[in-house]
């Protein structure tokens, strides 16, 4: 399993602007990551918390419904966030590339 989360996070990276991917656990711990430290820290703490309250939001408006994905976009970054039960997949581009 793990050679097989090594060459996802590989293929996603290699997407043009693309910079850097996080996994993190639902709680917010990060499990891999090519960010630096501190900006692994800061990305994992605020988007799990971020995710959770979509995943909230999602549920509030549907029972039924289900959160799969989110994408937030500011001028200088992309933030793409696929929660699943367990994890949060977190890909950090360059809008601009």
Excluded: W
Excluded at 8 to 30: D, E, F, W, Y
Excluded at 41 to 70: C, G, H, N, P
């Amino acid at each position: 399993m793990s050679t097989e989360i090594e060459e996802t996070m590989k293929r996603i990276q290699s997407h043009r602007g693309v910079k850097g991917v996080l996994i993190c656990n639902a709680q917010g711990v990060p499990i891999r990551s090519n960010l630096p430290e501190d900006e692994e820290q800061t990305y994992s703490a605020l988007i799990s918390s971020l995710a959770s309250k979509a995943v909230s939001v999602v549920r509030t408006l549907d029972e039924t419904d289900e959160l799969t994905f989110f994408r937030l976009r500011s001028k200088k970054h992309e933030i793409m966030i696929a929660p699943d039960k367990e994890y949060l997949l977190v890909v950090i581009q360059d809008p601009n590339m």
